[in-house]
């Protein structure tokens, strides 16, 4: 198993930027594909970007050109730079791992953080 911590929430206001951390424990991290889901209040859980072991980046297209995943294998820890936020990016992200390839759906991923909230005011 995997053990996955998030970090770096908070309160912003529209346009600002936040950096979300995800230490991952346990098994060796550059076996996993990472992933970040949110749900914003009454809303389903949603994609958000993913990276693979190789480095490979998909992402949703609604956070194109503003988010940013990243992955630094030698601390297990995943990264997601936010850029330009807007108050529709208000939710809790989660971190996920799943081995072999990453995919957009999250119930492929079996491992789970336990979220960090993200708020952004207009």
């Known amino acids: 198993q995997v053990q996955l911590v998030e970090s770096g929430g908070g309160l912003v206001q529209a346009g600002d930027s936040l950096r979300l951390s995800c230490a991952a424990s346990?098994?060796?991290?550059?076996?996993?594909?990472m992933g970040w889901f949110r749900r914003a209040p009454g809303k389903e859980r949603e994609f958000v970007e993913a990276i693979s072991r190789s480095g490979i980046i998909f992402y949703a297209d609604s956070v194109k050109g503003r988010f940013t995943i990243s992955r630094d294998n030698a601390k297990n820890t995943v990264y997601l730079q936010m850029n330009s936020l807007k108050p529709e990016d208000t939710a809790v992200y989660y971190c996920?791992?799943?081995?072999?390839?990453?995919?957009?759906?999250?119930?492929?991923?079996?491992?789970w953080g336990q979220g960090t909230q993200v708020t952004v005011s207009s």
């Open positions: 996920a791992a799943r081995e072999y390839s990453p995919t957009y759906t999250w119930n492929d991923y079996p491992y």
């Open positions: 346990g098994r060796t991290f550059n076996n996993y594909a």
